[in-house]
């Protein structure tokens, strides 16, 4: 009988140690089940492939999604109104903090989730912030502040034509000097299906546009946009090289007209063979491999932006992501639905069935992350992902009026203008914005 207890206590310990794991892992996600919680997305390559998931999350945990998506422009306008109301009813709506971040946090806008992270009845254990890449999680920090989880990565990359590189010997760029020596080797030569010349580079040239791509050469070049004093620093003599450089390029290399260029203008370009290099986002890579309607599929490489005369890294890195506005009152709810959207799970599904860039860096080591990426795609994002910096946008609170400013000094250098000029121009445009818009 005393060997009989023993035996059973044991049975016990033994059952406890097996199932504690599993315990561990325990999280309510029906806390807040019964909410009714409003969203809003832009129309996006994440919000499509997430949407057909949407009904995951509801049964999950028992709360009623709203979902409401619109075109970029007329959604940025949507949310900008509905905040400045102070009376909105939204829960939760995808944002870009290098785009207004610094503008809705000093409005008082935007809930930090910093302590909603750090809360352990309220943050699942196998959420692991950590997973996501490191410099989006940096992108996603306002002043100080998280203002949510990053959804989705890009990098401005440089992209090629493989089989043109190939066939004039030509050598994949890895600086600035050597992007230069390729454009100028392959600018009029044969690379089009039915042998037509093409162009050395392509690249976004139409006034703001231009700025979020500009901006690898300003730092490659040894640059920034504003400088710990919050002065302009992109009219200083690396500023300045880095704008002649851009204008050089597309006025030397490009298509005519270049300054009239957006990214579906250039990339149509690009895809169309028309076009020996492409300095964009590499999340256009569906644009560039979509059978029906690209020419050069499969011929594509994907590499790291060049890096600069003394060895300064270009690449950017952007991230959409998800906020939370401060007037929410679904405040539980919303941080559910930010957590779940970016869990692991769904990081995986998004990239593996649509080929949306996700920012865990688990997935990048997943083979079924793999799927619908090229190769090196994955290898130049995830490396410029740790290289880069999300300053792709100048840290303003005003950052349309500012890019406008800026790209006017590109504009001008693609047409062969005084870069000094239109970069000092620009640099006091910029300075009497911020000073009119950031009085704290």
């Given at each position: 009988m005393h060997v009989l207890r023993k035996w059973s206590i044991l049975c016990i310990v033994l059952a406890l140690a097996l199932v504690s794991p599993a315990l561990a892992q325990q999280f309510n996600w029906q806390q807040a089940k019964g909410t009714q919680l409003r969203v809003l997305l832009n129309k996006h390559p994440w919000q499509a492939a997430i949407e057909p998931h949407l009904k995951e999350f509801e049964a999950l945990t028992g709360i009623h999604l709203v979902a409401e998506v619109y075109p970029e422009d007329q959604f940025r306008a949507k949310v900008l109104v509905e905040l400045t109301s102070g009376s909105s009813s939204i829960d939760v709506f995808m944002s870009m903090p290098a785009q207004e971040g610094l503008k809705y946090m000093r409005a008082g806008w935007l809930q930090p989730v910093d302590e909603f992270l750090k809360n352990p009845a309220l943050t699942a254990p196998d959420y692991h912030w950590n997973d996501f890449l490191e410099k989006t999680r940096e992108a996603m920090v306002v002043e100080g502040k998280l203002v949510g989880p990053p959804i989705q990565v890009e990098n401005t990359s440089l992209m090629y034509r493989k089989d043109v590189f190939q066939k004039y010997n030509v050598k994949v760029p890895t600086t600035l000097d050597e992007l230069e020596a390729a454009a100028k080797a392959l600018n009029g030569k044969a690379m089009t299906d039915d042998g037509q010349p093409g162009f050395g580079i392509v690249a976004r040239g139409k006034r703001a546009a231009a700025t979020s791509q500009f901006a690898a050469y300003l730092h490659a070049m040894g640059s920034t946009w504003i400088g710990p004093n919050r002065e302009p620093m992109f009219n200083n003599e690396e500023g300045v090289k880095a704008l002649e450089f851009y204008g050089r390029m597309l006025r030397s290399y490009g298509p005519p007209g270049s300054e009239n260029n957006h990214w579906y203008e250039a990339s149509s370009i690009f895809s169309q063979g028309k076009a020996a290099m492409y300095t964009d986002a590499n999340s256009l890579f569906p644009v560039i491999e979509d059978a029906q309607k690209s020419k050069v599929v499969g011929k594509v490489g994907y590499a790291l932006f060049p890096r600069g005369p003394k060895g300064q890294y270009g690449s950017t890195v952007a991230s959409w992501g998800?906020?939370?506005?401060?007037?929410?009152?679904?405040?539980?709810?919303?941080?559910?639905?930010?957590?779940?959207?970016?869990?692991?799970?769904?990081?995986?599904?998004?990239?593996?069935?649509?080929?949306?860039?996700?920012?865990?860096?688990?997935?990048?080591?997943?083979?079924?992350?793999?799927?619908?990426?090229?190769?090196?795609?994955?290898?130049?994002?995830?490396?410029?992902?740790?290289v880069g910096t999300p300053l792709w946008n100048p840290p303003v609170v005003a950052v349309a009026e500012c890019r406008d400013a800026i790209g006017a000094a590109i504009v001008t250098s693609i047409q062969g203008g005084d870069v000094k000029t239109a970069a000092n121009k620009a640099a006091a445009d910029v300075k009497r914005i911020m000073a009119e818009t950031e009085k704290k």
């Amino acid at each position: 009988m005393h060997v009989l207890r023993k035996w059973s206590i044991l049975c016990i310990v033994l059952a406890l140690a097996l199932v504690s794991p599993a315990l561990a892992q325990q999280f309510n996600w029906q806390q807040a089940k019964g909410t009714q919680l409003r969203v809003l997305l832009n129309k996006h390559p994440w919000q499509a492939a997430i949407e057909p998931h949407l009904k995951e999350f509801e049964a999950l945990t028992g709360i009623h999604l709203v979902a409401e998506v619109y075109p970029e422009d007329q959604f940025r306008a949507k949310v900008l109104v509905e905040l400045t109301s102070g009376s909105s009813s939204i829960d939760v709506f995808m944002s870009m903090p290098a785009q207004e971040g610094l503008k809705y946090m000093r409005a008082g806008w935007l809930q930090p989730v910093d302590e909603f992270l750090k809360n352990p009845a309220l943050t699942a254990p196998d959420y692991h912030w950590n997973d996501f890449l490191e410099k989006t999680r940096e992108a996603m920090v306002v002043e100080g502040k998280l203002v949510g989880p990053p959804i989705q990565v890009e990098n401005t990359s440089l992209m090629y034509r493989k089989d043109v590189f190939q066939k004039y010997n030509v050598k994949v760029p890895t600086t600035l000097d050597e992007l230069e020596a390729a454009a100028k080797a392959l600018n009029g030569k044969a690379m089009t299906d039915d042998g037509q010349p093409g162009f050395g580079i392509v690249a976004r040239g139409k006034r703001a546009a231009a700025t979020s791509q500009f901006a690898a050469y300003l730092h490659a070049m040894g640059s920034t946009w504003i400088g710990p004093n919050r002065e302009p620093m992109f009219n200083n003599e690396e500023g300045v090289k880095a704008l002649e450089f851009y204008g050089r390029m597309l006025r030397s290399y490009g298509p005519p007209g270049s300054e009239n260029n957006h990214w579906y203008e250039a990339s149509s370009i690009f895809s169309q063979g028309k076009a020996a290099m492409y300095t964009d986002a590499n999340s256009l890579f569906p644009v560039i491999e979509d059978a029906q309607k690209s020419k050069v599929v499969g011929k594509v490489g994907y590499a790291l932006f060049p890096r600069g005369p003394k060895g300064q890294y270009g690449s950017t890195v952007a991230s959409w992501g998800l906020a939370m506005p401060k007037s929410s009152k679904n405040q539980k709810a919303a941080w559910l639905f930010m957590q779940w959207a970016t869990a692991r799970e769904q990081v995986l599904a998004v990239q593996s069935e649509k080929g949306v860039l996700g920012a865990r860096e688990s997935v990048w080591k997943d083979p079924k992350g793999l799927t619908k990426v090229p190769a090196d795609l994955r290898e130049s994002l995830t490396v410029g992902s740790k290289v880069g910096t999300p300053l792709w946008n100048p840290p303003v609170v005003a950052v349309a009026e500012c890019r406008d400013a800026i790209g006017a000094a590109i504009v001008t250098s693609i047409q062969g203008g005084d870069v000094k000029t239109a970069a000092n121009k620009a640099a006091a445009d910029v300075k009497r914005i911020m000073a009119e818009t950031e009085k704290k």
